[in-house]
């Protein structure tokens, strides 16, 4: 009785991860598919893979989209980690205020955000492109940063903050040699969340981007409407692969700490 | 004298609308081991903190070693904290751990790498040198706390409530050790607690605190004996305390008639037959006997608590109850008898300064 | 004194001070002031105040795609609640370091982009797709089933982006239960479902709330979605803003209902905080 419960609730997360998979993995098929449609698996093919790279305008997507995540994570992840620290730490007029406003870009849906900075910028008289595009993944990922990095300060970082101050260290030699290392776990899951958030974004992008920009949602949701070629799955491949193979590396790290807290 | 190494002046603190020190004063010497004792939330901490500078000082000054350091950050004030729960840095070996603030110092390499190592000798922690907080026991971190804290050789050592973690055998073994590292050291120890038998054991003055004020600063055994008020006679160890009107008074001697009947002689001092006198006596202080003597007063034993090495009797006089303890407590039994006598020697009477 | 203290402050504060004002507050005050205005119907605003866009959006038309949107987010929020409880609950049987992996394996899809995978859909639902041809050559059915350009597609499509949304509040809530209640539940002899009714859920209904923002506010917003597997048929209120910015240009109205979103987002979070959820921990994964 006991052993096929356990084999259902298997069963159900298997299902679970299928159903996540899925879509992807009918991509990754269908990138080794000699037929141009991705409707009948003909025999198998790599060409598509090197077709990839003779695609120069779906590579400067791909380029773009790197370049943005990149970018915008290490602002926000800057920002927000200072602002995180500061937040905790200080008190100033209007403190709240500014709390409640962080919380706004993760709360509203993510279309309103898009179209109230799309007006904004407008307003301004700013060039829809590569600038705004960074300028918006900034703004909605730093509030995501604050949340996981103020998640890792505690009471407890503020005494072993006191101490080394005690023990005659600057303000500024408190952050980098103290809190730095202790809210590292926060920060670095703030990073991934905002490189994550990025590369996903969809809404955000398609308001912000403007006419002349390529980045792979907008590259993609043209294709779409006229058919997808099949170096698009190739290039969703290439991204799982290098995904998988980063966090694979991250998983092991992980498991290894957790075995080392046990042994200890 | 000794020489004033630390000096509170009109020491002020606010929190908001809260007044936690008021206009308080304190000279601590060179050399010595004092103990800010009192009741959680009676600002002890606050106390602490404002001699190391990690909290803003209201009003009044802080000087330290001659030099006014109020206004200074606490990375600037040559004195040195042991917190609560250590706040040992959790990333860094204990030898990093105690290399920080000389780092932060930029003391030279090879004096620096000597004064770790006698600091890790004085606290006995050899061959831990690389390990992490988290790979050391409770004693262990408080060593390398310590440690932490000497190793810049600041003449000021703040300890706040830093045994409190521990437990009650590791506790009373750093006690004696603290107060041996103390003096070897030769440094000024300012210890916070709250727990008496610490402040007791390890103090050469104590400060009684109270809602931000010091009740009475003096040395262990004058804080137990000659409590100057009543606050300070319940908060440091067992007190019967009990207020009652002079009604005689001759040359050398006077009565204090308390409640219920029980008239107590004691030394004169200028008393006035009416004065309302409050007296405390300690539970250890009583004689006790089943036969009447003169001047002794009846009361039934209500309860017998034995508590290893005394036993406890609550005795119960009319509407009074009289906490008495005892070394041998056999003879007597919950309901029975007991003839009390208190010598006058052992009545403290509070409101006496003249001593 | 102070020089050195104040500009660590003034380095890590100032930053996200002004990065609230002008990223956050000045887009939403201006697009509320847009909410007051009136199109010119070329594409143009004419600055004067009126609450029309306001009046408009209580017309028949537009209250049936707000019904139609709420109901789409509302189904799927159900299924993505009725996927990530049991999903949590039986993850918890596993070690910490499988449990940890397993929750990084629902992450990675994301860090593909959400409209590739969606397109990864239309390949598995269309009249012959993958799901279609297998089922008809399994003979389980004859004709071609109708899983896309409707409701279904719409409704699979979100379920499908916004579970791991549900799935990690949800986990996050069941991770932190006592595991010696559910043992001692057990043992006092109540069924799973009481179990599960009156101590998981009673214990993680912030979390399970937490999940239901993240999967509803982005549910009624996700235009592509309804654009890509609805075949732009189907207008959820996600369309009707993208369409007012981008085709019909009648940024007041859009702005309206901009506003209007953002009052029952503020609305669902009030509901969240009284059920005793915490603020911070909306949309940390």
């Known amino acids: 009785m006991e052993h096929k419960n356990k084999f259902l609730r298997n069963l159900f997360i298997i299902l679970v991860f299928i159903f996540l998979y899925l879509p992807i993995a009918v991509l990754v098929i269908y990138s080794f598919n000699k037929a141009k449609t991705n409707i009948v698996f003909t025999g198998f093919t790599t060409k598509w893979y090197t077709e990839l790279f003779k695609n120069r305008d779906l590579l400067e997507a791909f380029i773009n989209t790197i370049i943005i995540a990149v970018t915008s994570t290490v602002t926000s992840t800057v920002i927000g980690t200072t602002a995180a620290v500061g937040l905790y730490k200080y008190k100033f007029l209007g403190k709240n205020f500014v709390n409640k406003l962080l919380y706004i870009p993760i709360i509203i849906p993510e279309i309103v955000l898009g179209i109230a900075l799309l007006s904004v910028y407008t307003l301004m008289n700013l060039n829809l492109g590569m600038f705004t595009l960074i300028l918006s993944h900034i703004a909605f990922s730093i509030p995501f940063v604050i949340t996981s990095v103020r998640s890792t300060l505690s009471d407890t970082t503020k005494k072993i903050e006191e101490a080394a101050e005690d023990l005659g260290a600057s303000k500024f030699k408190v952050f980098k040699e103290i809190t730095l290392p202790l809210i590292r776990p926060g920060v670095i899951s703030g990073a991934t969340l905002a490189f994550t958030l990025s590369m996903d974004d969809v809404v955000i992008s398609y308001f912000t981007a403007g006419p002349g920009s390529n980045t792979l949602p907008l590259k993609i949701y043209s294709m779409i409407k006229t058919g997808i070629t099949p170096d698009v799955n190739a290039l969703t491949s290439l991204m799982l692969l290098t995904v998988i193979i980063i966090l694979t590396i991250s998983i092991i790290y992980q498991s290894r700490k957790i075995r080392k807290k046990v042994v200890a | ?355 | ?285």
């Open chain 3, 1 to 285: 004194m102070n020089k050195k203290l104040d500009l660590f402050k003034n380095i890590s504060l100032w930053p996200v001070v002004i990065y609230s004002f002008v990223l956050i507050l000045l887009p939403l005050l201006y697009i509320l002031f847009l909410s007051f205005c009136e199109t010119d119907y070329v594409g143009g605003i004419n600055y004067h105040f009126s609450i029309v866009n306001y009046l408009t959006i209580i017309d028949s038309t537009y209250l049936l795609i707000f019904a139609k949107s709420a109901l789409i987010g509302i189904i799927t929020t159900l299924i993505c609640l009725v996927i990530a409880y049991p999903f949590a609950i039986f993850l918890m049987d596993k070690k910490e370091e499988v449990r940890n992996a397993l929750i990084k394996l629902v992450m990675i899809p994301f860090l593909t982009n959400s409209l590739i995978r969606t397109y990864g859909w239309i390949v598995l639902l269309r009249k012959n797709g993958i799901i279609n041809n297998g089922l008809t050559s399994l003979n389980i059915i004859k004709e071609p089933l109708s899983l896309m350009y409707n409701n279904i597609g719409i409704i699979i499509g979100m379920v499908y982006t916004l579970l791991p949304f549900m799935i990690l509040p949800v986990y996050a809530a069941v991770n932190k239960l006592d595991p010696n209640l559910i043992k001692a539940a057990k043992d006092l002899g109540a069924n799973k479902f009481h179990v599960f009714k009156d101590i998981i859920f009673k214990e993680t209904i912030s979390g399970a709330f937490n999940g239901s923002l993240m999967v509803f506010i982005p549910a009624i917003g996700y235009f592509f979605i309804s654009d890509i597997l609805g075949g732009g048929k189907q207008m959820i209120i996600g369309n009707l803003i993208k369409d007012q910015f981008l085709t019909a240009r009648n940024w007041p109205f859009g702005s309206a209902i901009s506003i209007f979103l953002i009052i029952v987002t503020f609305l669902l979070v009030r509901v969240y905080k009284k059920i005793g959820g915490n603020i911070d921990e909306l949309g940390g994964m």
């Open chain 2, 1 to 355: 004298m000794k020489r004033v190494l630390v000096e509170l002046k009109n020491l002020s603190k606010k929190f908001g609308k809260e007044h936690v020190i008021k206009d308080l004063n304190l000279d601590i010497y060179e050399g010595e081991f004092l103990t800010l004792l009192g009741p959680s939330g009676c600002g002890k901490t606050t106390i602490l903190r404002m001699i190391s500078g990690l909290e803003k000082v209201t009003s009044g000054k802080v000087i330290i070693d001659g030099k006014d350091v109020t206004d200074i950050v606490p990375a600037k004030r040559e004195v040195n904290t042991i917190f609560q729960n250590f706040a040992l840095f959790p990333h860094m070996t204990v030898w990093d751990n105690i290399d920080f603030g000389l780092k932060m110092h930029k003391v030279p390499r090879t004096e620096a790498d000597k004064r770790i190592k006698d600091a890790i000798n004085l606290v006995k922690l050899k061959g831990f040198e690389n390990r992490k907080p988290d790979e050391l026991s409770g004693g262990q971190q408080q060593r390398v706390a310590i440690a932490r804290g000497i190793v810049l050789n600041h003449k000021v050592l703040l300890l706040d409530e830093s045994l409190a973690s521990l437990d009650l055998k590791l506790k009373r073994e750093m006690q004696i050790e603290l107060k041996k590292i103390q003096k070897q050291l030769g440094i000024t120890f300012i210890y916070v607690t709250h727990d008496q038998d610490e402040a007791l054991t390890m103090s050469d003055r104590i400060a009684i605190i109270n809602n931000g004020t010091v009740e009475q600063i003096d040395t262990p055994e004058n804080i137990y004996r000659k409590p100057h008020t009543k606050f300070v006679a319940d908060f440091i160890g067992e007190a019967n305390i009990l207020t009652g009107k002079i009604t005689k008074v001759s040359e050398n001697e006077a009565v204090v008639s308390l409640p219920d009947n029980m008239d107590l002689t004691i030394d004169n001092k200028n008393y006035q037959v009416g004065e309302e006198k409050t007296v405390v006596i300690r539970p250890e202080c009583f004689d006790i006997s089943s036969i009447e003597s003169l001047d002794s007063f009846k009361g039934v034993v209500k309860e017998y608590i034995y508590d290893g090495m005394i036993t406890k009797l609550i005795v119960q006089k009319d509407n009074t109850e009289l906490r008495i303890n005892l070394m041998d407590a056999s003879s007597f039994k919950e309901g029975s008898d007991v003839y009390l006598k208190v010598p006058k020697k052992y009545i403290i009477v509070l409101g006496d300064k003249n001593e």
